[in-house]
Protein backbone atom coordinates (compact mmCIF):
# COMPACT_ATOMS: atom_id res chain seq x y z
CA UNK A 1 0.00 0.00 0.00
CA UNK A 2 1.70 3.38 -0.92
CA UNK A 3 -0.57 6.12 0.20
CA UNK A 4 0.61 9.71 0.54
CA UNK A 5 0.89 10.62 4.65
CA UNK A 6 -0.93 13.76 3.74
CA UNK A 7 -4.27 12.35 2.59
CA UNK A 8 -4.41 10.49 5.76
CA UNK A 9 -3.72 13.56 7.92
CA UNK A 10 -6.13 15.57 5.74
CA UNK A 11 -8.78 12.46 7.01
CA UNK A 12 -7.77 12.90 10.59
CA UNK A 13 -7.78 16.86 10.42
CA UNK A 14 -11.26 16.70 8.88
CA UNK A 15 -12.12 14.02 11.16
CA UNK A 16 -10.96 16.58 14.27
CA UNK A 17 -12.99 19.43 12.12
CA UNK A 18 -16.26 17.48 12.42
CA UNK A 19 -15.79 16.23 16.31
CA UNK A 20 -15.37 19.69 17.09
CA UNK A 21 -19.07 21.05 15.64
CA UNK A 22 -20.61 18.03 17.35
CA UNK A 23 -19.45 18.51 20.69
CA UNK A 24 -21.20 22.09 19.89
CA UNK A 25 -23.98 20.20 19.21
CA UNK A 26 -24.24 17.80 22.04
CA UNK A 27 -23.99 20.42 24.70
CA UNK A 28 -26.96 22.56 23.02
CA UNK A 29 -28.97 19.32 23.49
CA UNK A 30 -28.34 19.45 27.10
CA UNK A 31 -29.43 22.27 27.51
CA UNK A 32 -32.67 21.92 25.73
CA UNK A 33 -33.35 18.84 28.22
CA UNK A 34 -32.78 20.98 31.35
CA UNK A 35 -34.47 19.64 33.65
CA UNK A 36 -38.20 21.22 34.24
CA UNK A 37 -37.91 21.88 37.83
CA UNK A 38 -35.67 24.46 37.29
CA UNK A 39 -37.75 26.02 34.68
CA UNK A 40 -41.17 25.66 37.18
CA UNK A 41 -39.51 27.18 39.82
CA UNK A 42 -37.47 30.21 38.32
CA UNK A 43 -41.35 31.27 35.89
CA UNK A 44 -39.25 30.67 33.09
CA UNK A 45 -40.65 29.72 29.68
CA UNK A 46 -39.00 26.85 27.77
CA UNK A 47 -37.67 29.94 24.98
CA UNK A 48 -36.04 31.64 27.20
CA UNK A 49 -33.84 28.68 28.69
CA UNK A 50 -33.45 27.55 24.58
CA UNK A 51 -32.45 31.72 24.34
CA UNK A 52 -29.99 31.05 27.91
CA UNK A 53 -28.50 28.13 25.99
CA UNK A 54 -27.50 29.75 23.29
CA UNK A 55 -25.79 32.57 25.20
CA UNK A 56 -24.03 29.78 27.01
CA UNK A 57 -23.20 27.75 24.00
CA UNK A 58 -22.13 30.27 20.99
CA UNK A 59 -18.97 32.14 20.59
CA UNK A 60 -19.54 35.19 22.75
CA UNK A 61 -17.38 37.69 20.92
CA UNK A 62 -19.59 37.50 17.73
CA UNK A 63 -22.69 37.81 19.59
CA UNK A 64 -24.12 41.57 19.28
CA UNK A 65 -24.85 42.58 23.10
CA UNK A 66 -27.93 44.10 21.92
CA UNK A 67 -29.62 41.12 21.11
CA UNK A 68 -29.23 39.34 24.49
CA UNK A 69 -30.17 42.27 26.46
CA UNK A 70 -33.09 42.51 24.49
CA UNK A 71 -34.26 39.11 24.85
CA UNK A 72 -33.15 39.29 28.58
CA UNK A 73 -35.28 42.08 29.79
CA UNK A 74 -38.19 39.39 29.11
CA UNK A 75 -36.46 37.38 31.93
CA UNK A 76 -37.80 38.11 35.43
CA UNK A 77 -35.16 39.54 36.71
CA UNK A 78 -31.05 39.01 36.15
CA UNK A 79 -30.86 37.10 39.63
CA UNK A 80 -32.91 34.49 37.74
CA UNK A 81 -31.18 34.59 34.64
CA UNK A 82 -28.06 34.47 36.74
CA UNK A 83 -28.77 31.46 38.43
CA UNK A 84 -30.40 29.52 35.73
CA UNK A 85 -27.50 30.32 33.60
CA UNK A 86 -24.99 28.63 36.53
CA UNK A 87 -27.31 25.74 36.97
CA UNK A 88 -27.47 25.02 33.47
CA UNK A 89 -23.53 25.02 33.24
CA UNK A 90 -23.50 22.86 36.12
CA UNK A 91 -26.04 20.46 34.46
CA UNK A 92 -23.99 20.40 31.76
CA UNK A 93 -20.72 19.22 33.32
CA UNK A 94 -22.82 16.81 35.59
CA UNK A 95 -24.23 14.43 33.35
CA UNK A 96 -20.57 14.81 30.97
CA UNK A 97 -18.73 13.84 34.53
CA UNK A 98 -21.50 10.75 34.65
CA UNK A 99 -19.67 8.67 31.71
CA UNK A 100 -16.53 10.44 31.26
CA UNK A 101 -14.38 8.43 29.58
CA UNK A 102 -14.95 9.28 25.62
CA UNK A 103 -13.90 7.03 22.72
CA UNK A 104 -14.75 7.16 19.68
CA UNK A 105 -14.27 4.52 16.50
CA UNK A 106 -15.01 6.05 13.19
CA UNK A 107 -14.23 3.61 9.76
CA UNK A 108 -13.50 5.97 6.67
CA UNK A 109 -13.21 5.10 2.72
CA UNK A 110 -12.11 8.33 0.97
CA UNK A 111 -10.90 8.77 -2.35
CA UNK A 112 -7.58 10.86 -2.97
CA UNK A 113 -6.02 11.50 -6.51
CA UNK A 114 -7.53 8.46 -7.61
CA UNK A 115 -6.72 6.56 -4.57
CA UNK A 116 -9.12 5.20 -2.30
CA UNK A 117 -7.61 4.76 1.22
CA UNK A 118 -9.57 3.02 3.97
CA UNK A 119 -9.25 2.92 7.24
CA UNK A 120 -10.43 3.40 11.45
CA UNK A 121 -9.66 6.21 13.11
CA UNK A 122 -9.60 5.34 16.91
CA UNK A 123 -10.06 9.01 19.57
CA UNK A 124 -9.62 8.97 23.01
CA UNK A 125 -10.46 12.47 24.27
CA UNK A 126 -10.16 13.43 27.86
CA UNK A 127 -10.85 17.36 27.61
CA UNK A 128 -14.18 17.83 28.64
CA UNK A 129 -13.75 15.72 31.38
CA UNK A 130 -10.90 18.32 32.57
CA UNK A 131 -12.77 21.14 31.29
CA UNK A 132 -15.86 19.71 33.72
CA UNK A 133 -13.66 19.38 36.52
CA UNK A 134 -12.09 22.92 36.47
CA UNK A 135 -15.53 24.88 35.63
CA UNK A 136 -15.57 27.96 34.32
CA UNK A 137 -18.95 29.94 33.76
CA UNK A 138 -20.41 32.40 31.38
CA UNK A 139 -22.65 34.44 32.94
CA UNK A 140 -24.18 37.28 33.01
CA UNK A 141 -23.04 40.32 35.98
CA UNK A 142 -25.33 40.72 38.97
CA UNK A 143 -23.81 42.78 41.80
CA UNK A 144 -23.19 40.82 44.96
CA UNK A 145 -22.70 37.79 43.36
CA UNK A 146 -18.87 37.47 41.96
CA UNK A 147 -16.01 37.94 44.87
CA UNK A 148 -14.77 41.21 42.52
CA UNK A 149 -17.07 43.87 40.66
CA UNK A 150 -14.16 45.22 38.52
CA UNK A 151 -12.22 43.30 36.47
CA UNK A 152 -8.57 43.58 37.13
CA UNK A 153 -7.17 43.69 34.14
CA UNK A 154 -8.79 46.69 31.82
CA UNK A 155 -9.57 48.28 35.20
CA UNK A 156 -13.46 49.11 34.63
CA UNK A 157 -16.46 48.50 36.59
CA UNK A 158 -18.62 45.34 35.14
CA UNK A 159 -22.08 46.81 34.31
CA UNK A 160 -24.82 44.87 35.35
CA UNK A 161 -26.10 42.19 32.81
CA UNK A 162 -22.84 42.44 31.22
CA UNK A 163 -21.68 38.90 30.01
CA UNK A 164 -18.58 37.81 32.19
CA UNK A 165 -16.64 34.57 32.86
CA UNK A 166 -16.29 33.29 36.06
CA UNK A 167 -12.89 31.04 36.31
CA UNK A 168 -12.73 28.37 38.75
CA UNK A 169 -11.65 30.82 41.58
CA UNK A 170 -14.35 32.82 41.47
CA UNK A 171 -13.11 35.73 39.81
CA UNK A 172 -14.65 37.16 36.94
CA UNK A 173 -13.81 39.59 33.91
CA UNK A 174 -14.76 40.43 30.46
CA UNK A 175 -14.61 38.15 27.82
CA UNK A 176 -12.19 40.21 25.40
CA UNK A 177 -10.22 40.87 28.81
CA UNK A 178 -9.97 37.62 29.64
CA UNK A 179 -9.25 35.85 25.84
CA UNK A 180 -6.23 38.47 25.59
CA UNK A 181 -5.03 37.54 28.84
CA UNK A 182 -5.04 33.63 28.28
CA UNK A 183 -2.95 34.18 24.79
CA UNK A 184 0.12 33.92 26.45
CA UNK A 185 -1.06 33.44 30.54
CA UNK A 186 -2.61 30.18 32.16
CA UNK A 187 -3.59 31.75 35.79
CA UNK A 188 -5.81 33.90 36.89
CA UNK A 189 -5.00 37.68 36.60
CA UNK A 190 -6.61 38.27 39.71
CA UNK A 191 -5.34 35.33 42.58
CA UNK A 192 -2.53 33.45 40.25
CA UNK A 193 -4.52 30.26 40.10
CA UNK A 194 -3.73 27.80 37.29
CA UNK A 195 -6.93 27.93 35.16
CA UNK A 196 -6.67 27.34 31.27
CA UNK A 197 -6.31 24.02 29.73
CA UNK A 198 -5.45 24.06 26.45
CA UNK A 199 -6.84 21.36 23.50
CA UNK A 200 -3.79 19.28 22.95
CA UNK A 201 -3.71 17.17 20.20
CA UNK A 202 -1.20 13.87 19.29
CA UNK A 203 -1.84 11.66 16.35
CA UNK A 204 -0.23 8.43 15.43
CA UNK A 205 -0.68 6.75 12.21
CA UNK A 206 -0.46 2.90 11.78
CA UNK A 207 -1.13 -0.07 9.77
CA UNK A 208 -3.02 -3.20 11.60
CA UNK A 209 -1.15 -6.61 10.68
CA UNK A 210 -4.40 -8.80 11.37
CA UNK A 211 -6.84 -6.16 9.18
CA UNK A 212 -4.18 -4.57 7.38
CA UNK A 213 -5.82 -1.30 7.18
CA UNK A 214 -4.85 2.11 8.40
CA UNK A 215 -5.42 3.21 11.72
CA UNK A 216 -5.36 7.13 12.89
CA UNK A 217 -4.95 6.78 16.47
CA UNK A 218 -5.71 10.05 18.05
CA UNK A 219 -5.56 11.52 21.15
CA UNK A 220 -6.80 14.96 22.54
CA UNK A 221 -5.98 16.41 25.83
CA UNK A 222 -5.51 19.21 27.95
CA UNK A 223 -2.32 20.67 28.86
CA UNK A 224 -0.92 23.66 31.16
CA UNK A 225 1.04 24.86 28.58
ZN1 LIG B 1 -12.02 44.04 31.29
ZN1 LIG C 1 -8.81 34.11 40.73
Partial sequence: MSVN???LDKVADNYLLKFLRETDETRLNFYKNFPDKYINGCKITENQVIFLSRIISSNTTSLPRSRYEQMLRLIPSSKIAYKLMEKMQDYYYDEFLKNPTVEREFYFD?????TNVK???EHHDSFYVDFATHRRYKLLFVPGKFYNDECSICGSEFDEMTLVHKLTCGHAFHFQCLDMWLQNKTSCPHCRTVVVKRLKKT???HIDD????FVISIQTETSYK
Avoid: D, L, V
Avoid at 210 to 213: D, P, R
Fill in 210 to 213: QSNE
Fill in 119 to 121: GRI
Fill in 5 to 7: AAS
Fill in 110 to 114: ENFCG
Fill in 203 to 205: KNI
